[in-house]
């Protein structure tokens, strides 16, 4: 027969207790007292491992880490998608993926955001802009970088731009960004 510890033990793993209070002395009164009792909250430290699969886009991103940005094209129809597609829309067909990181490239449309999800709350204003490629027949939503979004002009509508890619990929489609063509420094 295994002998057990007396007493077992314990550790409240990182646990924050709040609203705890007890009397000293459980009289009727005291007792009467508890029905007044706040609801006692445990907080609990969470961590999770959120795997996450690209699927079929998976080249567009891993593109972007790479410095390129790629489209994808039905070759029956030849329609062509700025963004990342499997299939075409209209056919179903199978898509290809097609480099048009050095296309000629301009502001289509933009908007300036006073206010963003928590990611880019810290950066706003920002801009977002829309941006058309050469022998592309969607748009690209993405940011535009080296504007003073407080002094947003129309004059920015069909402004020849150039992608941008951050120097250290995070994986998401803000890896890629514009700025206006006559900013470019080469890297």
Known sequence: MTKLPKRRPES???AIVHNLPFPKVL???SLAQLKQQQPILVEHPYQITYLHSYG???PWFAALSNKRLLANKDTVSGY???TPRGHDMY?????VWLD???RPARVHAFTVCHFGSEEFLPETP???ALIEFEGVNTLLLTRLMGVDPQA????WIGMPVQPRFLRNSKIKPTDVYFVPKDQVEED
């Open 80 to 82: 062509t998608y700025a």
């Open 152 to 155: 947003a002009d129309l004059s």
């Open 56 to 58: 079929q886009d998976s």
């Open 100 to 102: 048009i990181t050095d």
């Open 126 to 128: 920002f801009v977002l």
């Open 12 to 14: 409240m793993g990182g």
């Open 91 to 95: 056919s179903g067909n199978e898509t």
């Open 27 to 29: 009289d009727e009164a």
